[in-house]
């Protein structure tokens, strides 16, 4: 099945399952189709910091629906109407970004939830619904949808308990270029008030069932990550791909143009 109820990331995250995903920023239907034929558990539309906007949306969720990788969506903020967009879009969860308290993160639950357990609102002439054919899924939709809140802040890490602890959050994900910027370390991620942020979130993950989730820079960067107990990783996105590669290949190239030193 696709869209919505794909990949059932919940049931996999329960089950002990490590995840493995990356993001979507260049707003590209056939950047998002490459990357959720690569391989990954996951693939995130960012349409906080990325070059899409929700008008490029569905076309990125269903070009993910043609591959074995669950779309998720990184929204603009907290808002009810903006988190109700990508769901019924067909998004198979959500990622909030700055959530700094227990009080935000049930907010962004709600959200998820359809009355009486939230306030979503309800519409079948949508995606998600499969355009009025799938009234069903009003039955199933809450206890399907990925709840991932971002942790980029000290007073986010300093209730992480609290956090992990709301009914309905599924995954505490750190983000690391604010999180490192916010403790005076940017881009830092050896500094040690860092890395006892990403120890307490993990501690914070393990001690109340949850998950925790982090991006990291590339595949060897992750390896720590992954030590410390993190189950739900990232890594770069289709941008940083792209970037790094044609960098690459121009500096090759440029080798054997210059010929023998």
Same mark, same amino acid.
């Given at each position: 099945? +696709? ?7 919940? %049931?996999?995250? =329960?089950?002990? %399952?490590? $995840?493995?995903?990356? /993001? $979507? ?35 990125? $969720?269903? !070009?993910? &629906? *043609?591959? +074995?990788? =669950? ?7 907290? +808002? ?26 049930? #907010?962004?639950?709600?959200? *998820? ?5 939230? *306030? ?17 899924? #009003?039955?199933?939709?809450? +206890? ?8 980029? =802040?000290? &007073? ?7 956090? !992990?602890?709301? @009914? ?17 370390? /940017?881009?830092?991620?050896?500094? %040690?008030? /860092?890395?006892?942020?990403?120890? &307490?979130?993990? &501690?914070?993950?393990? @001690?109340?069932?949850? *998950?925790?989730?982090? $991006? !990291?820079? =590339? ?21 940083? /791909? #792209? ?5 690459? !290949? ?12």
């Amino acid at each position: 099945m +696709e869209g919505q109820f794909a990949g059932r990331l919940r %049931e996999r995250l =329960s089950g002990g %399952e490590t $995840l493995i995903g990356t /993001f $979507l920023n260049l707003g590209s239907t056939v950047s998002a189709e490459i990357c959720g034929a690569a391989g990954f558990d996951w693939a995130l539309v960012d349409l906080e910091h990325g070059s899409g906007t929700e008008g490029d949306l569905v076309s990125q $969720l269903q !070009a993910l &629906a *043609t591959t +074995e990788a =669950s779309g998720l969506v990184r929204v603009e903020s907290h +808002e009810r109407s903006r988190i109700g967009r990508a769901l019924d879009s067909g998004a198979a969860g959500v990622m909030a970004p700055r959530v700094d308290s227990a009080d935000q993160a049930r #907010l962004v639950v709600s959200s *998820t939830r359809y009355p009486p357990a939230g *306030t979503r609102g309800v519409a079948l002439m949508n995606r998600a619904a499969g355009f009025g054919a799938r009234v069903g899924m #009003l039955r199933q939709a809450d +206890e399907m949808v990925l709840v991932v809140v971002q942790i980029e =802040s000290p &007073a986010a890490v300093a209730d992480a308990r609290a956090i !992990a602890g709301v @009914e309905g959050v599924d995954v505490l994900f750190v983000g690391p270029s604010d999180l490192s910027h916010a403790l005076g370390c /940017f881009g830092r991620f050896d500094d %040690e008030r /860092f890395a006892e942020a990403v120890h &307490a979130v993990a &501690a914070a993950c393990r @001690e109340s069932g949850k *998950t925790a989730g982090v $991006l !990291a820079g =590339s595949p060897a960067d992750a390896q720590r990550y992954l030590a410390e107990g993190y189950r739900f990783v990232g890594v770069s996105g289709d941008g940083g /791909f #792209l970037a790094k590669g044609a960098a690459a !290949a121009a500096a090759e190239l440029r080798k054997l143009a210059a010929g023998p030193a």
